[in-house]
């Protein structure tokens, strides 16, 4: 693997030495203080009208001093961090060319006089969107619109949806002399307000508005207590690791759940008919769970059957982590999604969509801010640094290392880890045992080692795509002695 690796990344030393030119002013974790520490315990506890979201908390961060693949806390702990803001950091912290950028008089404008970009446009906008979204788009998607987050761009991405759905219904875009359509709507009645329903799938997250909460499915607390949509949920597949061990029993598995979404769609065309499925490439927050690409391509040819959308949610996993751009290339879909949603790592939120799904009329799909150009800035220079540095490749390289470590590491303590999975550098491993996925993320962390938890018994691995086999070799280190405390 290491003659491979530096074959095609010459530039990194043969020895896995995490170098300055990786991004990195650190080269290992250093840790002063249990964590959180004494100053991010202080600053937690504030009076509640300061902080009122402390249950949520980690620790408080020293933004100025990180660097790279590092994050320094408030007590001046050096954390290797594998989570990354939770996936939004494709280059680490404080890379110089994106902090250059910042200097720029052009930037600065755009930052300070953030425009209301759906009816106040800087003069540079359509040029910017054709250097930054436009020079990656998921393939057969030519046109996409921007919004601030990954929540939002999927509840804008659902009434695409609903739009489409009433225009190729109508066969026009708006109803002509309806005025029962256009009362009704006001008062959140039929016809005016239709009875429609998207499909999604249990352990999905797609986000926590209002909207995308009918269609997130991960943990309670996201949706306790908030009224939501009566939509169709079908079972996401489990599959069984190995999965070479278990071939003929994942192949069962995902038959079943494509039956069930086909039965599903079937008994939710009389009361609230589906007008589009939603899923992501890889279940993040629902605990890092895979499907074959031939379950995708069979999901997508079943939207087609029934004329409904197919929208990927790709906010986790666009953006090079998975080994290509977007997650859904790895499928081999003979035909593209209608809705591609992102977020994360690329610095602003929004939606690709295609020809079809297009709307014509202004304030359909519409807020004041409409994302944020700045943050375009961010991703054009992004963009040139990730081809420049072949980082697609080295995330799809360095990801085969830390399976191949974590499946090292699943050997040597078969009654403890279990099912390491991943695609590039996106990668969980299972923790068997009660409270012991979690005791080995706190050691993890007071060893220096950041990394994120996911499902019930899962960690995952976020890292920026600057992250490499010595970094790999660190984590792994870390959490042999983690599991060996266990």
Not at 21 to 31: E, F, I, N
Not at 188 to 209: E, W, Y
Not at 247 to 262: D, F, G
Request: aromatic letters at 10%; proline letters at 6%.
């Amino acid at each position: 693997f290491q003659r491979l690796y530096n074959s095609n990344f010459p530039g990194v030393r043969s020895q896995h030495s995490a170098t300055a030119s990786q991004g990195d002013k650190y080269t290992r974790p250093a840790v002063k203080t249990e964590i959180p520490g004494p100053k991010s315990k202080v600053r937690q506890y504030r009076p509640r009208a300061i902080m009122c979201n402390t249950g949520a908390l980690s620790f408080f961060c020293d933004f100025e001093q990180s660097k790279g693949n590092y994050l320094v806390d408030a007590d001046e702990n050096v954390l290797l961090d594998c989570f990354q803001q939770i996936s939004s950091l494709p280059l680490g912290y404080n890379n110089q060319e994106l902090l250059d950028l910042c200097k720029n008089d052009h930037f600065q404008a755009t930052l300070l006089n953030r425009p209301a970009l759906g009816t106040f446009p800087g003069l540079g906008f359509p040029q910017l969107v054709e250097d930054s979204l436009l020079r990656v788009p998921p393939p057969g998607l030519n046109q996409v619109i921007t919004m601030a987050c990954g929540s939002c761009s999927n509840e804008n991405a659902y009434k695409a949806i609903f739009m489409w759905y009433m225009k190729k219904k109508r066969g026009q875009e708006m109803p002509v002399l309806d005025d029962l359509a256009y009362e009704t709507c006001m008062k959140n009645q039929v016809p005016g307000s239709p009875k429609l329903s998207i499909l999604s799938f249990d352990g999905a997250f797609h986000g926590r508005t209002l909207g995308t909460l009918s269609t997130t499915h991960s943990k309670p607390i996201h949706k306790l207590d908030i009224p939501a949509f009566d939509w169709p949920i079908a079972p996401f597949p489990r599959l069984k690791y190995p999965l070479e061990v278990h071939e003929s029993e994942n192949a069962a598995e995902e038959a079943r759940c494509l039956e069930i979404v086909e039965d599903l769609i079937n008994e939710w065309n009389t009361k609230a008919p589906v007008a589009g499925i939603v899923i992501e490439p890889i279940q993040a927050e629902g605990g890092d769970n895979h499907a074959s690409c031939e379950f995708f391509r069979k999901l997508r040819d079943i939207a087609l059957k029934y004329d409904i959308a197919f929208q990927v949610d790709e906010v986790q996993t666009g953006m090079a982590i998975t080994g290509k751009w977007w997650a859904h290339e790895h499928w081999g879909l003979e035909t593209p999604p209608d809705i591609v949603s992102f977020a994360k790592k690329m610095f602003v939120g929004g939606f690709y969509f295609s020809d079809a799904i297009r709307w014509n009329m202004g304030y359909r799909i519409y807020n004041t801010w409409m994302g944020e150009p700045s943050k375009l800035h961010f991703l054009k220079k992004t963009i040139e640094i990730v081809n420049s540095q072949n980082l697609v490749n080295q995330a799809q390289l360095t990801g085969d290392y830390l399976m191949k470590g974590l499946k090292e590491l699943e050997s040597a303590y078969p009654a403890l880890l279990n099912s390491s999975r991943g695609q590039g550098l996106f990668c969980a491993t299972s923790i068997s045992g009660d409270g012991a996925r979690d005791k080995v993320s706190k050691d993890l962390l007071n060893q220096g080692v950041l990394v994120g938890s996911c499902g019930n018994e899962s960690i995952r691995f976020r890292p920026s795509l600057l992250f490499s086999p010595a970094h790999v070799d660190i984590v792994l280190d870390k959490l042999n002695v983690a599991l060996n405390n266990v």
